[in-house]
């Protein structure tokens, strides 16, 4: 508690000195002037100055003492200016928000608790933080475990182990803007919850078990698994807080969607292309297509698939998918996928049939009809597999930033391409090339896990040489 006071203060302190060195009254006084030049001077640190002034240690050699008058000072912050640093820590991580409120009472009463608005409220949600796979087949939930579960920011490289009890009954079927959504498992009737790892909130959705009757070739106790096996998810919140999920189900090749007001989810009457994993960014569903040849020349597109809209009677219904871009096979020969980066979103191909070079886009280029491959992506690692995820390279020893991790074609391997010099090298060291065997597994790999669904969700870590199944679906295979 007492480190907590005194680094806010330091970080208060930083904005005193920057404010002091616009407005040299800043500072040395009380009014409403003085608190005026500071919130401003607040509101143009960013997040990552934020965050360091927060969980960073002390000077070595440098003792803070809790008691001192800088930090008593601080606990009597305006309620104004105590929001304005909330929102700032917020807009870095809830967790240095959480921190932030732990502070005094003053600091608690003066800021929103997240408990009970964890899924409501979209500032809360967690984004950047990733549930890792344990290996060794511990899933989440398995009982060696006792009900924990570990998390890591793909920002940062900050691990947290949170107790998540729900874990025991339920599967994760996907993680979408750091919520989990999970599946009662083994159960036929398919119940679903939205559930906010950090706070505990939780949101009731419809069962699947009856969209999973349309899998008729499938035994009826494993329909409901093997239709949750490959989904992408996504939530949009409306302006009066009603939460609508959106699943894009690859066995079905449709997109269902249903809030928690509704008895049962609703099936597209369109189906979209699954050649390529969908991405799911802001509430909305975005799909690489090749519909094939477009005049005389080949094209390949960017289709979004936005939130239901109310129809004049009242009806809810899925929006046709609409062509947003449009990419030339001379530009991209064979397209790899899209990533969510930072506010942007990357679309990523071989400029020939060949992997010997990766170009990268923004999507927003393309809308544009511009078609500039970039070389920077802010020193982040893009992961390609069944999911997409961007990784600060920082947080990675064995990477390179502004590349690309990839199952390489030949000899199946992690590779990385750097889009700066174009090489190709691997994502780990020769020791851990193939998993736990001979060598131990690296982060990298745990990551690369996250990637593949089926992997993250059942605890197995992603090793080269063994297929991508878990123990449990090989079970179904035989019963099939």
């Known amino acids: 508690m007492a480190r907590a006071v005194l680094v806010v203060a330091a970080l208060a302190a930083l904005a005193m000195q920057l404010a002091a060195a616009d407005h040299p009254a800043v500072g040395g006084g009380d009014d409403a002037t003085d608190w005026a030049s500071l ?26 003492r ?12 305006p309620e104004d200016l105590i929001a304005v640093l909330a929102s700032r820590l917020l807009a870095g991580d809830l967790l240095d928000y959480v921190r932030f409120r732990a502070v005094c009472t003053a600091w608690r009463s003066g800021t929103t608790d997240p408990r009970g608005r964890g899924v409501a409220d979209p500032s809360f949600h967690r984004r950047r933080w990733m549930m890792l796979p344990e290996g060794h087949c511990l899933y989440p939930g398995h009982p060696d475990l006792h009900g924990h579960v570990r998390f890591h920011n793909l920002d940062t490289g900050a691990l947290v182990r949170a107790r998540i ?35 505990g909130d939780i949101v009731e959705l419809p069962p699947l078990g009856a969209l999973a009757s349309c899998l008729t070739s499938c035994p009826a106790s494993y329909r409901t698994r093997r239709l949750a096996r490959d989904v992408c998810a996504s939530v949009s919140i409306d302006a009066a807080g009603n939460i609508t999920v959106i699943l894009a189900l690859d066995e079905l090749r449709r997109v269902a969607f249903a809030s928690s007001l509704h008895r049962q989810w609703t099936l597209s009457t369109w189906s979209y292309p699954t050649l390529y994993p969908p991405l799911s960014f802001q509430g909305k569903l975005y799909v690489v297509d090749t519909p094939g040849p477009f005049g ?12 239901p809209v109310t129809q004049d009677d009242g009806a809810r219904t899925l929006p046709q998918p609409k062509s947003i871009a449009a990419i030339p096979a001379t530009k991209f020969a064979r397209p790899m996928g899209l990533v969510a980066c930072g506010s942007e979103i990357l679309v990523l191909g071989h400029n020939h049939s060949s992997d010997s070079q990766i170009l990268v886009c923004k999507l927003s280029d393309l809308m544009l009809r511009r078609f ?4 920077s992506i802010g020193g982040n690692t893009l992961f390609l597999s069944e999911r997409t995820i961007s990784v600060s390279s920082k947080v990675l020893s064995t990477v390179k930033g502004d590349n690309v991790v990839y199952i390489s ?69 035989q019963v099939q």
């Open 39 to 64: 919130k401003k001077t607040i509101c143009k640190i960013d997040a990552p100055c934020i965050r360091q002034h927060v969980v960073s240690p002390p000077p070595p050699g440098r003792k803070r």
């Open 66 to 77: 809790p008691g001192s008058d800088t930090a008593r000072g601080w606990a009597a912050l």
């Open 165 to 199: 009890p729900l874990l025991g009954e339920y599967w994760a079927i996907d993680s979408v803007d750091g919520l989990l959504l999970l599946l009662r498992d083994p159960d036929q009737e398919g119940a679903v919850r939205l559930l906010h790892p950090f706070t």
């Open 296 to 307: 005389q020349e080949k094209i390949h597109e960017v289709l979004q698939i936005d939130p």
């Open 372 to 375: 500039i491959p970039i070389q």
């Open 409 to 477: 074609s030949g000899p199946h391997h992690l590779a990385q391409y750097h889009l700066r010099s174009g090489s190709v090298s691997p994502a780990i060291d020769t020791c851990s090339l193939y998993g736990r065997k001979p060598g131990p597994s690296c982060l990298v790999h745990y990551i690369f896990s996250c990637c593949i669904r089926n992997r993250w969700s059942r605890g197995i870590i992603f090793r080269t040489d063994e297929p991508y199944w878990s123990v449990k679906d090989e079970e179904e295979e």
